[in-house]
């Protein structure tokens, strides 16, 4: 198991949204990512590593941008 730590930032700083252990892997956690960024901008950390960090969409039709660490 690895230990993951999603965090989000709500405009003030960045603050745990979730935190513990799971069974899944880098790419399963990238993939998951949009997911979590409609409103905030969000990071994903595996066993302490930074492993991507997700930029929520702007605009009407904007798009959520990730980029991989």
């Not at 595996?46 to 930029?55: N, P, R, S, V, Y």
Request: positive net charge; charged residues 30%; aromatic residues 8%.
């Amino acid at each position: 198991m690895a230990h993951v730590r999603i965090e989000m930032d709500r405009g003030k700083g960045w603050e745990v949204r979730q935190e513990g252990d799971m069974n899944l892997t880098a790419e399963e956690l990238i993939r998951l990512l949009p997911d979590y960024c409609i409103q905030y901008s969000h990071r994903v950390f595996l066993d302490g590593k930074l492993i991507a960090t997700g930029e929520r969409p702007y605009g009407r039709r904007g798009k959520t941008r990730i980029v991989v660490a």
